[in-house]
């Protein structure tokens, strides 16, 4: 300033306006002494003097001091202070601390002057080391500060693996954050991962499942594999059983209900264990009972074939005894049975010299009965599966033995409504369903139609199965056992 035609330079004075004289004189000294002191609270002012008497040296003093003093608190401050005044250091300081303390600092008024695309390159660089759940949390923050509209979230969820983020948190987020749940394109953003999530954590439940087929050819067990369909035999122990049984799974068990009340059990868990006759049962229920598991209990309803029941009875495998429940108010043959949270649901069946389409909720606990809306198409010895609060019903007979349904129907418990649903490739007559992952698989259990379908729960749906069996032989029985 001194070394040109300037009023300073003629004066051979410079005056310096608005600015600490404190601050001054500490930098007047530092020429002086190379030692600079400042002022409590006037780093900034300090700052500015030194900006302003071009004193590098002071200036890489404060920016120095600065780097070492950075906050939370003071983050928003200090970050201003490097970009006003050019601190380069300072600045790059400021970007390594936001990402080292960034769900703390969005605590902090200031947290909306981020810039959206700045944040946005942090979330997708992956330098921040967040959770999922936490860069939600953090996007949904800075938004409301800012009072953004919501065009700006769905931005940030493409940056976002909602699918790594645990479903309870979406499910939480889903009810209580509005910009969500008030948003039609963001419910169902959330809904659709909720439901992957549910369905991938039942697929990991379901991975040691197999579907156990009786063969009766040859009287040996053999095992469906539902991931990579293969039919391989599953264990040593023969059956020489009456034809015309059914079988079901508890804890380590198969249980098989013949005619004449006799039941018989394998411990499959086990590779040298044999067949085991447990105490008959209490009723006569004819060939291949209806029976269910339902909370560490085996239940058995009705009759078979021609022989009408309303015969109810309880097994306890613990101690190997039976014990007669209360009747069902009316008889039924062929009933199918499946068990939903407390209840047991029986579905269709054989009265009076014809299909039925009956419907009805047995409550084990007080062993009452409650009728409830038959089904659409009368039928028995269907398949039926429970998924969830739905309750899928597959085939079954007709009003002849000719008539072989491929029919499929769906009660939802919540609503009390049934629905009709794709039909399946093939009829299966008697046939028994089971859920396992994604997929419910229905082998038909008659004659030498052995066929195996599944559904597509996710795109409800029947598909193909990817490879026929190697060979074939008569299913007499099926059971869902898991190892």
Same mark, same amino acid.
């Given at each position: ?107 902090? +008024? ?96 379901? +991975? ?56 018989? /059990?394998?411990?499959?868990? /086990? ?5 085991? /006759? ?10 291949? @009972? ?26 306890? @495998? ?12 009316? +008889? ?34 007080? +062993? ?7 089904? /659409?198409? @009368?039928?028995d010895r269907c398949g039926v599966v429970a998924v969830d609060q739905e309750i899928f019903v597959t085939g079954g007979y007709g009003y002849s033995e000719d008539d072989i349904f491929h029919n499929v129907e769906c009660y939802n418990v919540t609503s009390a409504q049934w629905t009709s649903l794709s039909s399946m490739n093939l009829p299966h007559c008697i046939n028994s369903a089971y859920r396992i992952g994604n997929w419910i698989f229905v082998v038909n259990e ?38």
């Amino acid at each position: 300033m001194l070394k040109y035609d300037t009023k300073e330079s003629r004066d051979r004075k410079v005056v310096l306006k608005d600015v600490d004289s404190q601050c001054v004189k500490k930098c007047i000294d530092f020429i002086y002494s190379g030692k600079l002191e400042i002022p409590d609270g006037s780093i900034i002012e300090l700052l500015h003097v030194a900006m302003m008497m071009q004193l590098d040296d002071v200036k890489q003093a404060v920016s120095n001091i600065l780097e070492e003093s950075i906050t939370i608190e003071n983050y928003f401050s200090t970050r201003n202070v490097g970009d006003i005044y050019g601190l380069t250091d300072v600045s790059l300081r400021c970007r390594i601390f936001l990402q080292e303390n960034i769900m703390e600092i969005s605590d902090q +008024a200031g947290f909306e002057s981020i810039d959206k695309d700045h944040l946005l390159g942090l979330l997708k660089s992956g330098e921040l080391k967040l959770w999922e759940e936490e860069k939600l949390a953090l996007s949904l923050k800075w938004i409301d500060k800012c009072q953004s509209k919501n065009e700006y979230l769905h931005e940030f969820l493409k940056v976002i693996k909602l699918d790594l983020i645990f479903p309870a948190y979406l499910q939480q987020m889903l009810e209580t954050h509005p910009r969500i749940s008030n948003d039609s394109e963001l419910y169902m953003l959330f809904s659709g991962h909720i439901l992957k999530a549910s369905v991938k954590a039942k697929e990991d439940n379901d +991975a040691d499942k197999l579907i156990i087929l009786f063969d009766g050819d040859t009287k040996c067990l053999r095992s469906f594999n539902p991931i990579t369909e293969e039919i391989e035999k599953f264990h040593g122990a023969k059956f020489d059983f009456p034809m015309g049984f059914t079988a079901i799974s508890l804890d380590s068990y198969i249980y098989v209900f013949c005619k004449a009340k006799s039941v018989h /059990r394998l411990n499959f868990q /086990r590779k040298n264990s044999k067949w085991e /006759r447990m105490n008959d049962m209490i009723c006569d229920h004819g060939i291949a @009972p209806s029976s269910v598991c339902s909370t560490g209990s085996i239940i058995v309803i009705g009759g078979t074939g021609d022989t009408e029941k309303a015969d109810v009875e309880r097994f306890d @495998p613990s101690v190997n005894q039976w014990f007669l429940l209360r009747h069902k108010p009316s +008889a039924i043959s062929n009933a199918s049975l499946v068990s939903l949270d407390d209840s047991i649901y029986c579905i269709g069946g054989w009265r009076d010299g014809i299909e039925v389409s009956s419907f009805c909720r047995l409550t084990p606990s007080s +062993a009452e009965w409650v009728d409830l809306e038959p089904m /659409r198409c @009368p039928a028995d010895r269907c398949g039926v599966v429970a998924v969830d609060q739905e309750i899928f019903v597959t085939g079954g007979y007709g009003y002849s033995e000719d008539d072989i349904f491929h029919n499929v129907e769906c009660y939802n418990v919540t609503s009390a409504q049934w629905t009709s649903l794709s039909s399946m490739n093939l009829p299966h007559c008697i046939n028994s369903a089971y859920r396992i992952g994604n997929w419910i698989f229905v082998v038909n259990e008659f004659w030498e139609s052995h066929h195996i379908e599944k559904y597509d729960l996710l795109n409800k749906k029947w598909c193909n199965m990817k490879k026929k069996p190697s060979h074939l032989f008569d299913v007499c029985a099926s059971v869902m056992v898991k190892l």
